[in-house]
């Protein structure tokens, strides 16, 4: 009976070999999967580092380009924060949670104000920035700086003519601490007054989001502003 016992030890031994080269094998692969992510992390943050300032020097450059569309007549700007309720200048290379850019003539006078605003379009959010000119009490300019609306619908809030002709000259006087009217959005061909906005046909969404950021954050910031406005003139004499 003894010579019928099967020989089990060499198929273990390769059953074992087996399990060995599979481990090896899941092991490589682990190593290079890992060695490849790392190496894609690093490459991923050496682009945003490199890229950083780059983005960050093109936004600063979009936006004075801004300033000066927004407020007519400007040469030179300054940025200023607002800090519980007062305006005070804004370091260089710092970031404001709401910023004013002050607006100056090339005689130094404060030509304007240019101030952001934000709200939800119809996709996603949109940020604009408007000028106020004091002396006029009006908004005088407006530009969408950021917008991710359908092209050739909402995005004719930034390039249709007879909506922005809305903020070329927008009332915003103030009777006491508020707006005298506040701003009203309306249909389009509706306005009667200084104060409304027309919206836009086939874009009214997007028109009506941007009536209303402008509305909402003149309505807070004019009367701030204008009770400030002696920190905004100071600033360019002692910048100078």
């Known amino acids: 009976m003894s010579d019928a016992t099967p020989q089990t030890a060499p198929a273990a031994d390769a059953i074992d070999a087996g399990t060995a080269a599979d481990q090896a094998s899941a092991w490589l692969m682990y190593r290079t999967l890992v060695g490849v992510g790392l190496l894609c992390g690093l490459l991923i943050v050496s682009v945003y580092?490199?890229?950083?300032?780059?983005?960050?020097r093109n936004r600063a450059e979009a936006l004075q380009a801004a300033i000066f569309r927004v407020v007519p007549g400007a040469s030179t700007s300054l940025s200023f924060e607002v800090v519980e309720g007062q305006i005070r200048p804004l370091a260089a290379g710092a970031h404001a949670a709401e910023a004013v850019h002050a607006a100056y003539a090339a005689d130094g006078s404060l030509a304007g104000v240019a101030l952001e605003g934000r709200g939800m379009g119809y996709q996603?959010?949109?940020?604009?920035?408007?000028?106020?000119?004091?002396?006029?009490?009006?908004?005088?300019?407006?530009?969408?700086?950021?917008?991710?609306?359908?092209?050739?619908?909402?995005?004719?809030?930034?390039?249709?003519?007879?909506?922005?002709?809305?903020?070329?000259?927008?009332?915003v006087s103030l009777a006491g601490d508020a707006l005298a009217h506040p701003i009203e959005i309306v249909k389009p061909g509706a306005k009667r007054h200084p104060w409304q906005i027309d919206t836009i046909t086939g874009a009214t969404i997007t028109s009506t989001a941007?009536?209303?950021?402008?509305?909402?954050?003149?309505?807070?910031?004019?009367?701030?502003?204008?009770?400030?406005?002696?920190?905004?003139?100071?600033?360019?004499?002692?910048?100078?």
């Open 124 to 171: 996603d959010t949109v940020v604009v920035l408007y000028g106020y000119a004091p002396h006029q009490d009006a908004v005088v300019g407006m530009e969408i700086l950021e917008s991710r609306e359908t092209p050739g619908l909402g995005d004719k809030a930034s390039s249709d003519p007879g909506y922005r002709a809305n903020f070329a000259q927008l009332d």
């Open 49 to 56: 580092l490199w890229t950083k300032p780059i983005i960050e």
């Open 210 to 240: 941007v009536g209303r950021i402008v509305g909402n954050g003149a309505a807070r910031m004019v009367p701030l502003v204008h009770g400030q406005l002696a920190v905004l003139r100071a600033g360019h004499a002692a910048a100078g």
